[in-house]
């Protein structure tokens, strides 16, 4: 089975920083994009940001300039380190990573079980 657990999420004033951590574990192959999601209530999960195998970074516009992801391969660790938080910035954050489990001929869709960012104004 292949695992995504986050770590770094809280509660900030507008203006803080977090950095949000997640680890990939299982029986993995390989591993290509990976990606920050973020969720409010009664809305669609939408990109913030996501990362190549090979490090070439794509974000939304809300977020550039703030949020910087990056990844360590070796470590199947990917990060978001997110500065000059706004107030809407809060939301339920989720990893993401399409990744090949040993034996499986395609990649997957994997998600993490989310980390609550509560930012205060």
């Known amino acids: 089975q292949v695992q995504l657990v986050e770590s770094g999420g809280g509660l900030v004033q507008a203006g803080g920083s977090l950095r949000l951590s997640c680890a990939a574990s299982?029986?993995?192959?390989?591993?290509?994009?990976m990606a920050w999601y973020r969720q409010i209530p009664g809305k669609e999960r939408e990109l913030v940001a996501r990362?190549?195998?090979?490090?070439?970074?794509y974000y939304a516009d809300s977020v550039k300039g703030r949020f910087t992801i990056s990844r360590d391969n070796m470590e199947k660790m990917v990060d978001l380190q997110m500065i000059h938080l706004k107030p809407e910035d809060t939301a339920v954050y989720y990893c993401?990573?399409?990744?090949?489990?040993?034996?499986?001929?395609?990649?997957?869709?994997?998600w993490g079980q989310g980390t609550q960012v509560t930012v205060s104004s």
């Open positions: 993401y990573g399409d990744i090949r489990s040993w034996g499986d001929p395609v990649s997957r869709n994997y």
């Open positions: 299982g029986r993995i192959d390989s591993i290509g994009d």
């Open positions: 990362i190549t195998a090979g490090g070439s970074a």
